[in-house]
C-alpha cells in the first residue's frame, strides 16, 4: 500500500514540475452531489460476486492544472468522498474513497457563446478505508486501489466557474494476512460546481 502511494506521489510531482517554464498553471476546487451508485462486491474466500446499492453522497476535490495548449490541459487531483451505506448487505457498514489522480482535460473550440465545454480524463491511485463494521474493528486490514474517471462539463465565461458530470470507477478491498477477503468495485456519477482560479 505504502510504496503504491509513493508511486503516485512521485508521478504526480513529476507532471507538475517537469512540465516547460512558462506554461500557465490554475488552481481547481469542486464539490459534488454523488447520485445513487453501485458497488461490485467479492468474498474472497468464495469468490461469489453480487451487486450492492448506495445511497446518495458528497464528495469534494482540489487540483492543480497546466495548460500545454490552447485546447489541452494537464492537472493533478486529490478528491474525498462521504462514507457509502451499503443496502440489503449482510453487515450495515459503509466505506468511502479518496482518489489521487492525474488528469487530462480538453477544450477544443469554439466556444458555445461565453461556455466552454470541455472533456476530463482521470486515472490514479485510490486510498479505500471502511468502517468498524467491515474491518471487524480492525480485524481486516485495507487495500487501495485503482481511480479511473471520465466526464465533461461547460465553463461559464471568464469567471471561473464551471458545471461538470463525472463517471468514475474506484476499486479497493480488505485482506487478512495478506489474503484478499473482500473486493470492492464502487462506481458513481458525480455532478460537481466548482471554480478555477
Given amino acids: 500500500m505504502k510504496s503504491g502511494m509513493r508511486t503516485s506521489a512521485t508521478l504526480l510531482l513529476c507532471a507538475a514540475f517537469l512540465l516547460p517554464e512558462g506554461v500557465h498553471a490554475a488552481g481547481v476546487i469542486k464539490i459534488g452531489y454523488d447520485g445513487t451508485g453501485q458497488a461490485d462486491i467479492t468474498n474472497g474466500a468464495t469468490g461469489v460476486s453480487n451487486t450492492y446499492d448506495l445511497g446518495r453522497g458528497a464528495s469534494a476535490a482540489v487540483e492543480g492544472q ?7 490541459d494537464l492537472g493533478v487531483g486529490l478528491g474525498i468522498q462521504s462514507y457509502r451505506q451499503l443496502t440489503n448487505y449482510p453487515v450495515a457498514g459503509a466505506f468511502r474513497f479518496a482518489p489521487i489522480y492525474a ?17 476530463n480524463l482521470e486515472a490514479g491511485y485510490a486510498l479505500f478505508r471502511a468502517d468498524s463494521a467491515l474491518t471487524g474493528n480492525g480485524f481486516y486490514s485495507h487495500r487501495d486501489g485503482t481511480h479511473l474517471g ?12 464551471f458545471l461538470e458530470v463525472m463517471a468514475t470507477r474506484d476499486t479497493g478491498g480488505l485482506d487478512r494476512n495478506g489474503v484478499h477477503v473482500l473486493d470492492v468495485t464502487y462506481n458513481k456519477t458525480t455532478v460537481a460546481l466548482g471554480i478555477k482560479f
Fill in 103 to 119: 488528469k487530462l482535460q480538453a477544450h477544443p473550440e469554439p466556444r458555445i457563446g461565453h461556455l466552454q465545454p470541455y472533456l
Fill in 66 to 72: 497546466w495548460a500545454v495548449n490552447e485546447n489541452v
Fill in 150 to 161: 471520465i466526464g465533461g462539463g461547460l465553463l461559464f465565461g471568464k469567471s471561473g466557474v
